[in-house]
T-cell receptor, first 118, second 111 residues
């Protein structure tokens, strides 16, 4: 069964609005969560890494004021796309890493959120 | 040079065929290596980790050559359900946590 959930699974919004995406680890405590973005026919690109209780580390070229990440608990991280524009339309995927079944190496991916900005 | 490169694909093979995917990585400090599969419009799912000694899981065999910075995935007796995009994933060498995804190679297994 799923170990990481994302909500919503898809969202359509008007340009200029903000969208919040939630990522939850369901049966383990995720000390680290990652946010990726995937454009059509491209691979996943890491946007940021967040550790519970500390500020996220953003990859080069990712605007931290536009993509707000909060990792307030060991089971929840949120990504808020502020003032979304059509070029932000993409597939946003989170992943979580923590001790699960005594394994720390694997990242467990959420099902993704498809964002369309009109 | 891209950090992780893969065969451009797509690969179209008949059922039962053996297919091999190749991947190269640029950072010699990388320590962890994985193959993921991603179905259309879905999240990636771990297929297998790749170890220096090579590892096999059923019809899937992964090999790692650190000297050449090369990783391979072999699928034997391919099934229709193997149709997906196969992603080579490598940790970035500076952080235990961060991984870099290759662009993926698409596989279609044809009846």
């Amino acid at each position: 069964g799923a170990v990481v959930s994302q909500h919503p699974s898809w969202v359509i919004c008007k340009s200029g609005t903000s969208v919040k995406i939630e990522c939850r680890s369901l049966d383990f405590q995720a000390t680290t969560m990652f946010w990726y973005r995937q454009f059509p026919k491209q691979s996943l690109m890491l946007m940021a890494t967040s550790n519970e209780g500390s500020k996220a580390t953003y990859e080069q070229g990712v605007e931290k004021d536009k993509f707000l990440i909060n990792h307030a608990s060991l089971t929840l991280s949120t990504l808020t796309v502020t003032s979304a524009h059509p070029e932000d339309s993409s597939f946003y995927i989170c992943s979580a890493r923590g001790f699960r079944h005594r394994s720390y190496n694997e990242q467990f991916f959420g099902p993704g959120t498809r964002l369309t900005v009109l | 040079r891209k950090e992780v490169e893969q065969d451009p694909g797509p690969f179209n093979v008949p059922e039962g065929a053996t297919v091999a995917f190749n991947c190269t990585y640029s950072n010699s400090a990388s320590q962890s290596f994985f193959w993921y599969r991603q179905d259309c419009r879905k999240e990636p799912k771990l297929l297998m980790s790749v170890y220096s000694s090579g590892n096999e899981d059923g019809r899937f065999t992964a090999q790692l050559n650190r000297a050449s910075q090369y990783i391979s995935l072999l699928i034997r007796d391919s099934k229709l359900s193997d149709s997906a995009t196969y992603l080579c994933v490598v940790n970035d060498g500076t952080s235990y946590d961060k991984v870099i995804f290759g662009p993926g190679t698409s596989l279609s297994v044809i009846p």
